[in-house]
């Protein structure tokens, strides 16, 4: 089973493959419609020739990252503020984590510590924190013990909270649904 976020197939096929990539996603899905932000690390490789690289990414000059984010289309609402959270993610991928993203849940030994070092990553606050931790547990088998109490309470099951609950167009519709139907309720 492979991840179904941003509705192109290549794209996704590169989120389920690349840990990077899959990072690279969930940073940039803020203030853009999810499917763009998802998109993004597979336009990010086209541009760049090649396949994503933390190594790379973090000593990548500043100015030049920023612009292949600013290319049209850009790759993000906030091009500039995103290259750069994008390159300090890598930064601490590269310092903590060997340049291997998928360290930073493959080296958790229970569901808290997997928050705790998703939670410490740029641009991951505690709910985007716990909401990745969803998405890996729920479709990458990422389940170390008490990873659903950790992610409480996107990791429940059957529900369509979050990005860790699309798995289909339909499911991504029953998302923004209850997305939709959070916010009226926040509202009245």
């Excluded at 086209?46 to 850009?74: C, I, M, N, V, Y």
């Excluded at 939670?119 to 479709?139: D, M, N, T």
């Amino acid at each position: 089973m492979g991840l179904h976020l941003s509705q192109i197939d290549e794209a996704d096929e590169l989120l389920t493959n690349d840990p990077l990539a899959l990072l690279i996603g969930m940073v940039l899905d803020q203030q853009i419609p999810l499917e763009r932000a998802f998109a993004a690390p597979y336009e990010l490789t086209r541009r760049l020739g090649r396949g994503l690289d933390a190594d790379e990414l973090a000593g990548f000059d500043p100015d030049k990252l920023g612009a292949l984010f600013s290319q049209q289309p850009a790759l993000h609402r906030f091009p500039g503020s995103m290259a750069k959270r994008v390159q300090a993610l890598c930064r601490i991928v590269v310092d903590t984590y060997d340049g291997d993203a998928a360290r930073v849940w493959t080296t958790a030994a229970d569901g808290k510590e997997l928050l705790k070092q998703v939670s410490a990553l740029p641009g991951f606050g505690v709910q985007k924190a716990k909401i990745f931790v969803a998405l890996l547990g729920k479709q990458l088998g990422v389940t170390p013990p008490g990873w659903q109490e950790a992610c409480a309470p996107f990791g429940e099951e059957s529900s369509f909270r979050s990005v860790a609950d699309i798995t289909s167009p339909e499911t991504r519709i029953k998302v923004r649904d209850f997305k939709k139907a959070m916010k009226a309720a926040a509202k009245a």
